[in-house]
């Protein structure tokens, strides 16, 4: 079946405009994850959705983050008035579920994110 | 909060057994250890995960002593291909407490 998918690949935005960042999870998976890699760097963990339940946002840098989860499937990362540090590449992760043992996390490909 | 420390990153010839070991001292009861692969430009893909003594897959065997304050990732006769990031994640995802990442190992196979 489809794996996770993410829109766009690729983004360039000036800085101080708003961004907004799509994830379509894999069907039936209730949990779904995003993460910001820098160059070089590991995954950073962001926010995380959890079925119907309000989302840790525990991850999130700064209140110009912020996600929703639409339906319990579609999610969109928004960043406003975007700087140059937001550059990253943005990962969404989904799951079958959250619980013991761990559920194994599927990963989209990505958008690339570049503030000039 | 489990942190956990692998090395930044290792060389390996093809044909070769590697084995990445990830430091845990803090892992709690019910804490599992999952590994997952990173290729360039792409995300992270599930490897392999286990809770205690041995777990072995098609991919990989992962090798957790009794008191699991370490597990090793061990991958078999490795090709070019396996060249690639590997993180080792210790938590029991009923928080955030699976979902960091760190830096990973970076392993570069050699011909």
């Known amino acids: 079946g489809a794996g996770v998918s993410q829109s766009p690949s690729n983004k360039v935005t000036e800085k101080g405009k708003d961004v907004e960042l799509r994830c379509d999870p894999i069907s039936g998976h209730t949990a779904l994850y995003w993460y910001r890699q820098s160059l070089g760097q590991g995954l950073e963990f962001l926010i995380y959705?959890?079925?119907?339940?309000?989302?840790?946002k525990s991850g999130l840098p700064s209140d110009r983050f912020s996600a929703e989860r639409t339906g319990g499937s579609v999610s969109t990362l928004t960043i406003q008035r975007t700087q140059q540090e937001d550059s990253a590449v943005y990962l969404c992760?989904?799951?079958?579920?959250?619980?013991?043992?761990?559920?194994?996390?599927?990963f989209g490909p990505g958008t690339r994110l570049t503030v000039t | 909060l489990a942190k956990t420390t692998q090395p930044i990153s290792m060389d390996s010839y093809e044909g070769q057994e590697v084995n990445i070991t990830c430091s845990h001292n803090n892992i709690a009861t019910n804490d599992y250890i999952t590994w997952y692969q990173q290729f360039p430009s792409q995300g992270p893909r599930f490897i392999i995960q286990?809770?205690?003594t041995k777990v072995t897959n098609e991919v990989a065997s992962l090798f957790i002593p009794a008191d699991r304050k370490s597990s090793t990732l061990s991958l078999p006769r490795v090709s070019l291909s396996d060249t690639a990031v590997y993180y080792c994640l210790v938590g029991d995802q009923t928080g955030a407490n699976n979902l960091f990442f760190g830096t990973g190992t970076r392993l570069t196979v050699i011909p």
């Open positions: 992760a989904s799951s079958l579920g959250l619980a013991v043992p761990s559920y194994e996390q599927y």
């Open positions: 286990g809770y205690k």
């Open positions: 959705f959890q079925g119907n339940s309000a989302p840790d």
